[in-house]
């Protein structure tokens, strides 16, 4: 495991959250982004859970202070994190409220007694988020979240509310199996759209279009074995979106504006 400060999120580059027209699939102009890796002192052969004890542990001591708003991503690592965070709580070392990116994080804080608030009722003012990095990209200092293969569906995060609270954060940390980093990002990149089955395949069509060879467009299903259309039963996410997963073939390439 590896933690990473400020690496910025590669659902920024794609313009709005929601897909509705070509203009809205844009490069974002590149920041001048730090990275800081916070490496957990483990070895290889102690299991996943002292692992995910030690990253939630180095995460409270390093990243975290009294009195902060901070935005909770999802992941099992979010999830140790939250444990830690509690037991803090509970015995007065800390203080402060988080912000959840999904349901099963909201869930998660609440079992655990961790106060929940909203970016409204904080006035936009958050100091941390900790996010899991589906897949991190050490050359550009940009991440993939929500691709949906790291469980069922119901953990997946609201990507509108993870951008949401990314852009609003003072400091941003992600976690990240260090097995899950690389030179360059390969998979596929989730793009959100509205949830309409007279529009759907128009926009899929446009995204093809753009990454005509270099990608093939599948909009995601509750069905594993669905083709690329997504059969009959799509994702709708908990903001009411579908999800059309854009598969690159070679790696996604990333181009930023001078």
Not at 26 to 35: E, G, T
Request: charged share 25%.
């Amino acid at each position: 495991m590896v933690i990473l400060t400020q690496a910025c999120p590669i659902q920024r580059p794609f313009g709005s959250h929601l897909y509705k027209r070509r203009r809205d699939f844009q490069l974002l102009d590149k920041r001048s982004w730090s990275l800081k890796p916070l490496i957990p002192r483990v070895s290889e052969d102690q299991d996943t859970d002292y692992q995910l004890r030690a990253v939630a542990k180095l995460l409270a001591d390093e990243m975290t202070a009294n009195g902060q708003v901070i935005g909770i991503g999802t992941g099992v690592a979010v999830n140790e994190y939250l444990r830690e965070i509690s037991e803090r709580l509970g015995d007065g070392r800390l203080s402060g409220v988080s912000i959840p990116s999904s349901d099963v994080s909201a869930s998660e804080a609440a079992f655990l007694g961790v106060p929940l608030t909203t970016i409204e009722d904080v006035n936009g003012n958050v100091d941390l988020m900790v996010d899991v990095a589906d897949e991190l990209d050490l050359e550009n200092l940009a991440y993939i979240v929500g691709r949906g293969d790291n469980g069922p569906q119901a953990n997946q995060p609201s990507l509108p509310r993870v951008r949401q609270l990314l852009e609003k954060a003072r400091v941003r940390v992600v976690v990240v199996d260090i097995a899950k980093t690389g030179r360059r990002l390969g998979g596929s990149v989730p793009v959100l759209i509205e949830a309409n089955e007279d529009i759907w395949e128009d926009i899929a069509e446009e995204l093809d279009d753009i990454f005509i060879g270099d990608a093939e467009i599948r909009r995601r299903s509750v069905n594993p074995d669905a083709g690329p259309r997504g059969g009959n039963s799509p994702v709708i996410t908990t903001d009411g979106n579908m999800v059309l997963d854009v598969q690159f073939l070679e790696g996604v390439k990333i181009v930023w504006k001078r």
